[in-house]
């Protein structure tokens, strides 16, 4: 795993901050299979932000500005 980068919503957020999201890279093989809380799955692009919460959409922004999102 890469650390990937930290985000954070703000204290008096309207999503109830103060929140913060550590992300990490890796490589994985097999099928990905929602359990325990995570009830579906879904693949996001960049031009799916606006249907994320706030903190995702700061990943998927930074994911798109590495070139690792389209």
């Known amino acids: 795993m890469v650390h990937f980068g930290t985000f954070e919503v703000p204290a008096g957020h309207p999503e109830r901050g103060p929140f913060r999201m550590i992300c990490y890279t ?13 009830a579906e799955k879904a693949w996001f692009g960049y031009a799916d932000r606006h249907r994320v919460s706030y903190v995702d959409s700061l990943v998927l922004q930074a994911l798109h500005e590495g070139g690792l999102l389209r």
């Open 26 to 38: 890796a490589e994985h093989s097999g099928p990905l299979t929602p359990s325990m809380e995570i």
